[in-house]
């Protein structure tokens, strides 16, 4: 059965550095997300990508995050300058269509941040 | 904002009984839909059940099936006959009609014992 893989599985970097946590969301799926789980807090979403644009983000997506599908098969969260703040589980997530479609979800890149 | 509240942080049952894990949600609007998530241990967050809040009746996978009370705002998950593999966190979500973020519960971590 398809999946939704992500690399790396646990990412150590140090504040004020760039990240970008990879994802290969479902082949044949239209929609992407990403969500993030603080330890101890709520899954929350993130950003709803579609036809290579945003179409839905939250409060939390400000403009030091940015997401890109470089090719077919890649989709990318990019971190412009790491906070402690932002350590967190990152889930990335797929769908064929958005609403009651499932989303399919990754297993997760844990960001350390020091 | 809508808010998902699960007030059962974990739980415990056998192996072969059934458990009912508790979801509230807070919504002004009138149709959406509720979703339960399952992450075992180590493994990625997958769809158990989902329901479409304008079907009265209450959707049933196998041996998980839900209690959906709409008057009320309440979404609970029953599995019946639990087996070991049951165990994992269960994730009870929210989605707006037209919309495609999930607002996500804290969570159950529900252990089956043998």
């Known amino acids: 059965e398809p999946e939704v893989t992500q690399t790396p599985s646990h990412q150590v970097t140090q504040m004020g550095q760039e990240v970008i946590l990879r994802c290969v969301p479902i082949?044949?799926?239209?929609?992407f997300y990403w969500y993030r789980q603080i330890l101890g807090q709520k899954v929350e979403f993130l950003v709803s990508?579609?036809?290579?644009?945003?179409?839905?983000k939250s409060e939390i997506f400000d403009d030091q995050f940015s997401v890109e599908r470089p090719d077919g098969s890649n989709f990318t969260l990019k971190i412009r300058s790491t906070k402690l703040e932002d350590s967190a589980m990152y889930f990335c997530?797929?769908?064929?269509?958005?609403?009651?479609?499932?989303?399919?979800f990754g297993p997760g890149t844990r960001l350390t941040v020091t | 904002a809508q808010t998902v509240t699960q007030s059962q942080p974990e739980m415990s049952v056998q192996e072969a009984e059934t458990v009912t894990l508790s979801c509230t949600y807070d919504?002004?609007?009138?149709?959406?839909?509720l979703f339960w998530y399952k992450q075992p241990p180590s493994r990625q967050m997958i769809l158990v059940i989902r329901?479409?809040?304008?079907?009265?009746q209450n959707a049933t996978e196998n041996r998980f099936s839900v209690n959906f009370q709409k008057a009320a705002k309440s979404f609970s998950l029953k599995i019946s006959d639990s087996q070991l593999g049951d165990t994992a966190m269960y994730f009870c979500?929210?989605?707006?009609?037209?919309?495609?973020?999930?607002?996500f519960g804290q969570g159950t971590r529900l252990t089956i014992n043998p």
């Open positions: 082949s044949n799926h239209l929609y």
């Open positions: 979500a929210f989605m707006n009609l037209g919309a495609q973020k999930l607002v």
């Open positions: 997530a797929s769908s064929r269509d958005r609403g009651f479609y499932e989303q399919y």
């Open positions: 990508f579609y036809n290579n644009e945003i179409s839905e």
């Open positions: 329901q479409e809040a304008y079907k009265q």
């Open positions: 919504t002004s609007e009138n149709n959406y839909y």
